[in-house]
Antibody, heavy 115, light 107 residues
Framework: EVQLVESGGGLVKPGGSLRLSCAAS????????MSWVRQAPGKGLEWVGR??????????DYAAPVKGRFTISRDDSNNMLYLQMNSLKTEDTAVYYC??????WGQGTLVTVSS | DIQMTQSPSSLSASVGDRVIITCQAS??????LNWFQQKPGKAPKLLIY???NLETGVPSRFSGSGSGTDFTFTISSLQPEDLATYYC?????????FGGGTKVEIK
C-alpha cells in the first residue's frame, strides 16, 4: 500500500524559509517521478513542481509562481522527497501534498505564511 | 501554459439527477486528462484518467469523455455521497494545470 507522509509545515513570516519533507513507502520510490501539489485555503489545486527519477536525469520542473524560490530534491536511499521553500509569500499559504502519481495522495502539510 | 476552463463553477442537483461538468483546454491535450473528486477536508481522489478510463473501485455512475480540447464528466445518477468539488487536470504538458473546480451540492 502506498503511503505518503508530509511534514515540516507551520507558520512562517513573509520572506522566510521552510523545508517540507515527504516520507514515501509502498512503491519503488527511486523509479517514481515525484510531484508537489498545493491547495490554498478554500481554493483550487495547483501543481507546484516535480522531480524526475535518477535514471531520467533527476531534472526538475516548476510552476511559474514558485520558480526560482522553491527547490525540489530527493533522497532515494531513504525514500524521502523534499521541498525547500525560500522567499515565502503570503500567497504560498496552502496545504502541500507530495504525490508519485495522480492516484496516491497523503494527508498534506499546512504552510501558513503570515506576519 | 495550458489553461483549463471548467464549468459550471457550482451546481445544485437532486438525488438521481444526471450531472454534467465540462472542461476546455486552451490547446490540444489529446486524451491526457484526469478528473478528481475532493470532499471537504480530504485529499483529492482520482476518478477518471486518460479522459475516459474509470479508476479501479470508482462507481460506474461516473464517466468521462472527450479528446483534444473539449471534455465532459458525467455523474449519471447523483447520490448523496457525491457532494464534493470536482476538478479536471491536464497532464499532456508541463506545467500540469487544473480547472478551477465545480462544487456539487445536493438539493
Amino acid at each position: 500500500e502506498v503511503q505518503l507522509v508530509e511534514s515540516g509545515g507551520g507558520l512562517v513570516k513573509p520572506g522566510g524559509s521552510l523545508r517540507l519533507s515527504c516520507a514515501a513507502s509502498g512503491f519503488t520510490f527511486s523509479d517514481a517521478w515525484m510531484s508537489w501539489v498545493r491547495q490554498a485555503p478554500g481554493k483550487g489545486l495547483e501543481w507546484v513542481g516535480r522531480i524526475k527519477s535518477k535514471t531520467a536525469g533527476e531534472t526538475t520542473d516548476y510552476a511559474a509562481p514558485v520558480k526560482g524560490r522553491f527547490t525540489i530534491s530527493r533522497d532515494d536511499s531513504n525514500n524521502m522527497l523534499y521541498l525547500q521553500m525560500n522567499s515565502l509569500k503570503t500567497e504560498d499559504t496552502a496545504v502541500y501534498y507530495c504525490i508519485p502519481n495522480w492516484r496516491s495522495w497523503g494527508q498534506g502539510t499546512l504552510v501558513t505564511v503570515s506576519s | 501554459d495550458i489553461q483549463m476552463t471548467q464549468s459550471p463553477s457550482s451546481l445544485s442537483a437532486s438525488v438521481g439527477d444526471r450531472v454534467i461538468i465540462t472542461c476546455q483546454a486552451s490547446q490540444d491535450i489529446s486524451k491526457y486528462l484526469n478528473w478528481f473528486q475532493q470532499k471537504p477536508g480530504k485529499a483529492p481522489k482520482l476518478l477518471i484518467y486518460d479522459a475516459s478510463n474509470l479508476e479501479t473501485g470508482v462507481p460506474s455512475r461516473f464517466s468521462g469523455s472527450g479528446s483534444g480540447t473539449d471534455f465532459t464528466f458525467t455523474i449519471s445518477s447523483l447520490q448523496p455521497e457525491d457532494l464534493a468539488t470536482y476538478y479536471c487536470q491536464q497532464y499532456n504538458n508541463v506545467p500540469r494545470t487544473f480547472g478551477g473546480g465545480t462544487k456539487v451540492e445536493i438539493k
